[in-house]
């Protein structure tokens, strides 16, 4: 399993491209399930998760086309993929394939909403919570679905097809809006969703399902209305900058100190994180071409932040601040409000020599005068990555294990950090 060795004290200067949102590549590949027409999508990153799905929409007998090389294009140009759900021969998506990713488990509403039927293992539990999929099941289930669960299965059935109906999420869930417009796309009527999730993400999803011909007005309020039609057609999107990859490198900047242009970053969706940033003193700009991000010698001001559905602070860079903080001249309070157990980074950064105490959802950080590098290991992506970044400002040398959590969703990580100075290497192994 490859490692990540990383020797810390280096500033970063330079410029690290951004790279297109997983969050928004993986349902939008699974929005390519609705249509039997070619769905061609831009700026799609290259990550494990990406390929991950690759496979899953592969049993379903979708094909999935990589566009080659073109003139002038960089290792960092996102790629681009010619989805293909001409015929679906497979409604199921078995256990051995869900478990690996649970975004997955969201091909229920494209099968069930064009095939009538679908089959797909529940997700299970995974590292930062128990993360059920009531809420999607109850999307579907208000949309006319027949659910049953069987021998760790969700069996969708609808043999006449959906029909518009009301959904009023209980809370705000990103997988169960993506859920509900999916499946209300191609549902008989009108469908109205209530306490969507307003993230850039389901915006940029439903952009893309109306340039396929769905009728969907007001993704990125809390009140989306969906008029169902009766097949979607092929179309070509470009996907968003990844915000938390932005937000993430930003820290990244602010915890080794320098001057960073992050390149198509977009400062409109990722701005409470920025904020936080600024408060604790680093100086963010955004610019024509993306957000600047310097810091130069100043200390590091303790900050109070709570995690929070778009457009507060999104809990995808809570490690990252949190790792931050640890340098801090000062005492933070972190508050995670959406996963009940997404601490794992936790005792991790306590052994690089942080001083972090738990309490049920929260974190008190007590910034030390420095970090001392050790090897590191965690359980998730976010986790993963926040490791990196404490270890940039630690003294010594830091090897992160168990990397292919980064490799899911950080597209070459090492060679943005590297490029701007890091001293940071992969090890094969
Ligand atoms: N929830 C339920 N029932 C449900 C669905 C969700 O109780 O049926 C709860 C969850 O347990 C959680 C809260 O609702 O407490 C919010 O979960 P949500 O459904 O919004 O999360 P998700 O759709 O599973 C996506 C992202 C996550 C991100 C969250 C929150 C993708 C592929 N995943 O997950 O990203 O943390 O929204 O913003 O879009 C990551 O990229 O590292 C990651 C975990």
């Known amino acids: 399993m490859d490692r990540i060795r990383i020797k810390g004290g280096h500033r970063l200067h330079g410029t690290i491209p951004i790279s297109g949102a997983k969050n928004a590549t993986l349902p939008l590949m699974i929005a390519s399930l609705l249509t039997e027409e070619t769905l061609i999508l831009d700026n799609v990153p290259r990550l494990a998760d990406v390929g991950q799905l690759q496979r899953i929409l592969g049993n379903h007998g979708v094909d999935v086309m990589v566009g080659g090389k073109r003139p002038g294009e960089t290792p960092y140009d996102g790629q681009t993929l010619h989805i293909s759900a001409a015929r679906i021969v497979d409604t199921t998506a078995p256990y051995d394939l869900v478990s690996k990713m649970r975004a997955s488990f969201w091909v229920i509403a494209p099968l069930v909403a064009r095939m009538g039927q679908a089959r797909v293992s529940m997700p299970g539990g995974c590292a930062i919570g128990t993360r059920p999929v009531d809420l999607l099941i109850m999307a579907l289930e208000r949309l006319g679905a027949d659910i049953e669960i069987d021998g760790g299965y969700v069996i969708a059935r609808a043999k006449d097809g959906l029909k518009g109906g009301e959904i009023t999420f209980p809370k705000v869930t990103v997988g169960g809006t993506h859920t509900a417009i999916m499946a209300a796309s191609l549902a008989r009527g009108t ?10 993400e389901v915006k940029d999803v439903a952009d893309c399902l109306n340039l396929m011909g769905a009728r969907i007005s007001g993704a990125g309020t809390s009140r989306i209305v969906v008029e169902g039609v009766a ?7 470009r996907v968003l900058p990844d915000r938390i990859e932005t937000g993430t490198y930003a820290m990244a900047v ?65 490690a990252q601040l949190m790792a931050l903080m ?9 508050t995670e409000t959406i996963f009940e157990n997404r601490f794992m980074h936790v005792q991790e950064l306590v052994r690089l020599g942080a001083h972090i105490h738990l309490d049920g959802e929260c974190a008190t950080i007590e910034g030390v005068g420095k970090l001392t590098g050790a090897p590191v290991m965690a359980t998730d992506l976010r986790a993963s990555v926040s490791l990196v970044i404490a270890a940039l400002a630690a003294e010594g040398e830091t090897m992160v294990n168990r990397v ?20 940071i290497e992969r090890i094969a192994g």
């Open 191 to 200: 469908t109205v969703i209530e306490n969507a999730a307003h993230e850039p």
């Open 231 to 237: 097949k979607l057609g092929g179309a070509r999107h």
């Open 254 to 318: 602010a915890m080794a100190g320098g001057d960073v242009l992050l390149e198509n970053g977009r400062a409109d969706l990722l701005q409470a994180g920025l904020d936080v940033l600024v408060e604790a003193g680093a100086h963010v700009s955004a610019t024509n071409a993306g957000i600047r991000v310097a810091r130069n010698g100043a200390g590091l001001a303790p900050v109070e932040v709570k995690t929070a559905p778009f457009p507060g602070f999104p809990t995808d860079l809570q």
């Open 326 to 334: 640890t340098c801090a001249k000062g005492t933070s309070h972190i």
């Open 404 to 423: 292919y959590h980064l490799d899911r969703g950080f597209e070459r990580l090492e060679d943005k950090l590297s490029a701007c100075g890091a001293a």
